[in-house]
């Protein structure tokens, strides 16, 4: 089974920066999809960005010109870098990975609080 860890959440000011890194380990196949979703309290689990296994970039429109997403593979991590955030960032974000067999694995989350 694969596992996948996030960390680098936490409590920051609007403006700030945070940097989210998922840790990938376990029998891991071909990976055709990364991404970083977020949940808020009461809405639902949305898209943040994604890396599609032919290298495509996806993101959300309200991160798209301050988060970027991107893929260590010497740490087989999948890392988020956050910035200028703000109140509206806050959520538990969310690691996810599918390989090409259809199988789709998620974190346990890490939570990003943006103050005013």
């Known amino acids: 089974q694969v596992q996948l860890v996030e960390s680098g959440g936490g409590l920051v000011q609007a403006g700030e920066s945070l940097r989210l890194s998922c840790a990938a380990s376990?029998?891991?196949?071909?990976?055709?999809?990364r991404g970083w979703y977020r949940q808020a309290p009461g809405k639902q689990r949305e898209l943040v960005a994604a890396?599609?296994?032919?290298?495509?970039?996806n993101y959300e429109d309200s991160v798209k010109d301050r988060f970027t997403i991107s893929q260590d593979n010497s740490k087989n991590t999948i890392d988020l870098e956050m910035n200028s955030l703000k109140p509206e960032d806050t959520a538990v974000y969310y690691c996810?990975?599918?390989?090409?067999?259809?199988?789709?694995?998620w974190g346990q989350g890490t939570q990003v609080t943006v103050s005013s």
């Open positions: 996810n990975a599918r390989d090409n067999n259809g199988r789709s694995f």
């Open positions: 376990g029998r891991i196949f071909s990976i055709n999809y």
């Open positions: 890396i599609s296994g032919a290298g495509s970039y």
